[in-house]
């Protein structure tokens, strides 16, 4: 598969792909919130409808094209297989589907207002970003951390060497005079239960190694976690330390919609996305992943999808953006001074940044509780406070001793851990029920 050319010839009269990250920032510039399903189809058709739906809501969005769980892991006789027998799929398997059926995909769909971003979470995607090569698909996700860890047993040398080669290899876009972008998946690790302040800083590293091995245009992923207040603190802290240490201007934040247990109920569900795009619209970052009412339940329609794009616009709409200074609006918070003690700890440890991120695990520099990878440290420990924010149980040997928001250290049990998982759902659940939830897909107060 690598021995193939990366640009087969095209019609002359094809639309060069826009910059994914310019085309954000410049929405983001007018006042504009960029939201974003994740969505993938196995089948060609329906995968073109569901970017048809999402470039006519009505708000400002980018097209996803989410891969499917065998190309994920690299099983691609499995994905041929299923191709052959008919079987579903629960993504877009970009590899083997051949090339022309992909063009045909986003032939009159994909163009300068609406650039399609490819999602995959593979720890070893070479043979997918051969194909975004050749297909010219110049935004994709992930990095050498959070594509590895919390998903498999991938080592995460492998991991490391696997994303400086893919990096470099998605800088020869630039020969057909086309701009990659990278988005780090590190502001997202576990989905919930990592303190802000990690997230962050793995976050921030992860663009840094994608800038080391050549990539100019970045965008850097925050999931939202428990509380807004903190969340607030950690997009400003790694907004803060873009300006300080990247060096690139070409970036900006995504947040994503909470990624754990979510709430079952219509409006709890609701009510938790209005708050993602607060979030957003409050500290200035300029996308929104969304997530829809069916995530406790099954993938999500394309109407599903759609409405919850519409319904992120609308409350982002409403929103007001947090005047510089306000309080974790310019990063000087605790979580800012955690996550620069991160940071600063794991850079100083080698140049290369890859080499670096290797030494900080087996180290525990850094340790993500409860991620169970060989890897991992497995000695930091968090805990969901009663006021609603993530704090370390126990720093294990993360360089934090004196400037982590700890709290009173205290042993995490099995119950205490179940608890935490459920917290989100059952705290916007229950105020749902008191109000009365409507089992129906209608817009519904943020």
């Known amino acids: 598969m690598s021995g193939l050319h990366p640009f087969p010839r095209r019609r002359a009269a094809e639309q060069r792909p826009v910059d994914f990250g310019a085309f954000v920032r410049a929405a983001g510039a007018e006042g504009r919130l960029v939201v974003q399903p994740r969505m993938g189809f196995g089948d060609p058709a329906l995968m073109r409808e569901g970017l048809l739906a999402t470039k006519?809501?009505?708000?400002?969005?980018?097209?996803?094209?989410?891969?499917?769980?065998?190309?994920?892991?690299?099983?691609?006789?499995?994905?041929e297989e299923a191709l052959r027998e008919g079987i579903k799929l629960n993504g877009y398997p970009v590899v083997n589907h051949p090339p022309a059926t992909t063009e045909a995909v986003l032939a009159g769909?994909?163009?300068?207002?609406?650039?399609?971003?490819?999602?995959?979470?593979?720890?070893?995607?070479?043979?997918?970003?051969?194909?975004?090569?050749?297909?010219?698909?110049?935004?994709?996700?992930?990095?050498?951390?959070?594509?590895?860890?919390?998903?498999?047993?991938?080592?995460?040398?492998?991991?490391?060497?696997?994303?400086?080669?893919?990096?470099?290899?998605?800088?020869?876009?630039?020969?057909?005079?086309?701009?990659?972008?990278?988005?780090?998946?590190?502001?997202?690790?576990?989905?919930q239960l990592?303190?802000?302040?990690?997230?962050?800083?793995?976050?921030?590293?992860?663009?840094?190694?994608?800038?080391?091995?050549?990539?100019?245009?970045?965008s850097l992923s925050y999931a939202q976690q428990t509380d807004m207040?903190?969340?607030?603190?950690?997009?400003?802290?790694?907004?803060?330390?873009?300006?300080?240490?990247?060096?690139?201007?070409?970036?900006?934040?995504?947040?994503?919609?909470?990624?754990?247990?979510?709430?079952?109920?219509?409006?709890?569900?609701?009510?938790?996305?209005?708050?993602?795009?607060r979030l957003a619209v409050t500290t200035g970052a300029h996308r929104l992943i969304v997530k829809t009412v069916a995530e406790a339940r099954r993938i999500p329609t394309v109407a599903e999808n759609v409405?919850?794009?519409?319904?992120?616009?609308?409350?982002?709409?409403?929103?007001?953006?947090?005047?510089?200074?306000?309080?974790?609006?310019?990063?000087?918070?605790?979580?800012?001074?955690?996550?620069r003690a991160l940071v600063d700890a794991v850079l100083d440890l080698d140049d290369d940044i890859g080499r670096a991120l290797l030494t900080a695990f087996r180290r525990g520099y850094l340790d993500v509780p409860y991620c169970v990878h060989p890897?991992?440290?497995?000695?930091?420990?968090?805990?969901?406070?009663?006021?609603?924010?993530?704090?370390?149980a126990d720093i294990g040997r993360l360089p934090l001793h004196g400037i982590a928001e700890q709290g009173t250290a205290k042993?995490?049990?099995?119950?205490?851990?179940?608890?935490?998982?459920?917290?989100?759902?059952?705290i916007y659940d229950e105020a749902a029920l008191e109000i009365g939830d409507k089992a129906g897909p209608q817009l519904l107060p943020g």
């Open 411 to 426: 042993k995490i049990g099995s119950a205490d851990l179940l608890k935490d998982l459920f917290h989100v759902r059952r």
């Open 229 to 277: 207040g903190q969340d607030r603190e950690a997009v400003g802290a790694l907004r803060r330390l873009c300006r300080e240490l990247l060096p690139t201007d070409n970036w900006h934040i995504v947040i994503y919609a909470y990624m754990g247990v979510y709430p079952e109920t219509y409006r709890g569900a609701h009510h938790l996305l209005g708050q993602a795009a």
């Open 194 to 218: 990592c303190p802000p302040s990690q997230l962050v800083a793995i976050s921030f590293l992860e663009a840094m190694f994608f800038a080391q091995h050549g990539i100019r245009s970045l």
């Open 109 to 191: 769909v994909r163009d300068a207002g609406f650039p399609v971003q490819v999602r995959h979470g593979s720890a070893t995607p070479i043979d997918i970003f051969w194909a975004l090569l050749r297909l010219r698909l110049n935004a994709t996700e992930g990095g050498p951390v959070s594509y590895c860890l919390p998903y498999g047993r991938t080592p995460l040398t492998d991991g490391v060497r696997n994303w400086e080669a893919c990096c470099e290899l998605y800088t020869r876009l630039r020969e057909s005079g086309i701009e990659p972008h990278l988005e780090t998946f590190g502001g997202c690790m576990m989905g």
């Open 375 to 392: 890897d991992n440290a497995g000695r930091a420990r968090s805990y969901i406070g009663s006021d609603g924010r993530l704090r370390w």
């Open 307 to 339: 409405l919850a794009l519409e319904y992120a616009e609308a409350v982002a709409r409403r929103a007001q953006p947090l005047p510089y200074g306000a309080a974790g609006a310019e990063g000087d918070s605790p979580t800012y001074a955690e996550a």
């Open 56 to 79: 006519a809501a009505d708000a400002t969005t980018v097209g996803t094209l989410t891969l499917d769980s065998y190309t994920r892991v690299g099983e691609l006789n499995a994905v």
